[in-house]
């Protein structure tokens, strides 16, 4: 029918909803640096839950730096 997957649609709806605004997104910065500690072993996310855990089974993934772009910069000011 042409349409994405209802996963893949509020997925990005929640991606375009963090990343319009800049606090927003800084604040998923924040929440995510805490939520991948569990998952972050040697410097990678080698295992994730649920639905991505088949993708993370094959790669590895980078975790969320410990300061964004934005904080560096400011910081530099």
């Known amino acids: 029918d042409g349409h994405a997957?209802?996963?893949?649609?509020?997925?990005?709806?929640?991606?375009?909803?963090?990343?319009?605004?800049?606090?927003?997104?800084?604040?998923?910065?924040?929440?995510?640096?805490i939520g991948q500690k569990p998952f972050e072993h040697d410097g990678v996310i080698d295992s994730l839950p649920g639905m991505l855990a088949g993708w993370t089974s094959v790669r590895d993934l980078m975790p969320v730096p410990k300061q964004s772009f934005r904080e560096w910069w400011s910081e530099r000011k």
């Open 5 to 33: 997957p209802l996963t893949e649609r509020v997925a990005m709806k929640a991606a375009a909803f963090l990343f319009g605004d800049a606090g927003r997104l800084e604040m998923a910065q924040k929440v995510a640096r």
